[in-house]
């Protein structure tokens, strides 16, 4: 069963803004990953924060993790075209269960 | 970086006929892979885990007979579709972690697209 659920579903932004994409959980983790996929494509890792750290920076990506809430946030700052893609979460318990997804697509 | 190829990228073949996917690990060992589905514009769903030198492990409602697993070796996973049907059309999906790295994350095959006719 998928745990992790991300809104928006889509998200349509200038290229330039900053796009945040939300995902919540259900069960306890040991980490959560944010995955990157192309349409078509297989996936690629962008972050992996561990239930123990709040809050994770990778380049233009900032990643939040709220246990309490049990939901984690992607922020992508200066979004670029090239980061049109699908994002998703997964959480870690003892395999990865991935969430629905989050389409963004960055205009130019 | 952790390369996982997968082949073929692309496969159409008739119904009743059975299809493999393989899955490597180029520069790592993977004593454990995991094998998804995607359905267009949907999430993962993991179908089952492929576990080095033993059985794998099949989500609930994965037929095992349909979808066999064969995890030979550290660095080779192959999924087989038998007696292929239009609905078993779909995009698959392996990944596998380094053993080698504490916490791995995932690293993802490119996918096989396979259509059945």
């Known amino acids: 069963s998928q745990q992790g659920e991300e809104d928006p579903q889509a998200l349509s932004i200038q290229e330039g803004e900053n796009a945040t994409m939300n995902c919540s959980y259900k069960?306890?983790?040991?980490?959560l990953q944010w995955y990157r996929q192309n349409s078509g494509r297989g996936l690629v890792h962008l972050i992996l924060?561990?239930?123990?750290?709040r809050e994770k920076h990778s380049g233009r990506l900032r990643v939040t993790l709220d246990t309490s809430k049990k939901s984690s946030s992607l922020l992508i700052t200066a979004s670029r075209a090239a980061d049109t893609a699908s994002y998703f979460c997964?959480?870690?318990?003892?395999?990865?269960?991935f969430g629905a997804g989050t389409i963004l697509r960055v205009k130019s | 970086g952790a390369v996982v190829s997968q082949h073929p990228s692309w496969v159409i073949c008739k119904s009743g006929t059975s299809v493999k996917i393989e899955c490597r690990s180029l520069?790592?060992?993977?004593?454990?892979m995991f094998w998804y589905r995607q359905f267009p514009k949907q999430s993962l769903m993991l179908m089952a885990t492929?576990?080095?030198?033993?059985?794998?492990?099949?989500e609930q409602g994965v037929e095992k007979d349909k979808f066999l697993i064969n995890h030979a070796s550290l660095t080779l996973s192959t999924l087989t579709v038998t007696s292929a049907h239009p609905e078993d059309s779909s995009f698959y999906i392996c990944?596998?972690?380094?053993?080698?790295?504490?916490?791995?994350?995932?690293?993802f095959g490119n996918g096989t697209r396979l259509t059945v006719t």
């Open positions: 990944s596998a972690r380094d053993r080698g790295v504490y916490n791995s994350p995932l690293h």
């Open positions: 069960t306890s983790i040991n980490n």
């Open positions: 924060i561990r239930s123990n750290e």
């Open positions: 997964a959480t870690d318990g003892n395999k990865l269960v």
């Open positions: 520069d790592f060992q993977a004593t454990t």
């Open positions: 492929s576990n080095e030198g033993s059985k794998a492990t099949y």
